[in-house]
Antibody, heavy 118, light 110 residues
């Protein structure tokens, strides 16, 4: 079964850092683009970042460049998102997703919750 | 890279049809057939319903259809069912190789 499972969400003080993980199973991980999408409480989906199968092409939402770093370890079938200098408005559920059909995200994880608060 | 524009809410009675619009620019929807639509019931992860403007993934009912004209894409749901009640989001790839979502539309089945 194709699955994605996020982990690493936590309550963090503003200014802190966090690394989210997304474990993939059931498909050839290195063959797919992967994405991070976040959703603040009661708000809509916001695309954060994506990278290609071998990790050589990374793209970020303009408003989030600089504090977020996406990466992957294809040997471990795992996607990562490093978030630095956390701000209150980074509070959200963070989903990882598989870039399956052309330019669509066809598999989603259950999400992991990040809360930036003192 | 502004968010795509969707109506905040739409509603319809069971059996009726509803259409949700998604307006972008010539930098995204207007230039590429790279529009996707997602369904998100409360408390759940999104589900891909349409990709490449009008293609349905396996398992998505043919009551869901997509189209595009100029800078605006549309999702039409025909034969509304109570189970269709959810938030719907459009998304497009852009000319800077990024992705952008719409603000979301809450569908209420009356």
């Amino acid at each position: 079964e194709v699955q994605l499972a996020e982990s690493g969400g936590a309550l963090v003080q503003p200014g802190g850092s966090l690394r989210l993980s997304c474990a993939a199973s059931g498909f050839p991980f290195s063959a797919y683009w992967m994405h991070w999408v976040r959703q603040a409480p009661g708000k809509g989906l916001v695309w954060v970042s994506g990278l290609n199968g071998d990790g050589t092409n990374t793209v970020y939402a303009d408003s989030l460049k600089g504090r977020f770093t996406i990466s992957r370890d294809n040997a471990k079938n795992t996607l990562y998102l490093q978030i630095n200098s956390l701000r209150a408005d980074d509070t959200a559920v963070y989903y990882c997703g598989r870039g399956g059909p052309p330019y669509g995200v066809d598999v989603w994880g259950q999400g992991t919750t990040v809360t930036a608060s003192s | 890279q502004s968010a795509l524009t969707q109506p905040p809410s739409v509603s319809g009675s069971p059996g009726q049809s509803v259409t949700i619009s998604c307006t972008g620019t010539s930098n995204d929807i207007g230039s590429y057939n790279r529009v996707s639509w997602y369904q998100q019931p409360p408390g759940t992860a999104p589900k891909l319903m349409i990709y490449e403007v009008s293609t349905r993934p396996s398992g998505v009912p043919d009551r869901f259809s997509g189209s595009k004209s100029g800078n605006t894409a549309s999702l039409t749901i025909s034969g509304l069912l109570a189970e269709d009640e959810a938030d719907y989001y459009c998304s497009s790839h852009t000319n800077t190789s990024t992705w952008v979502f719409g603000g979301g539309t809450k569908l209420t089945v009356l």
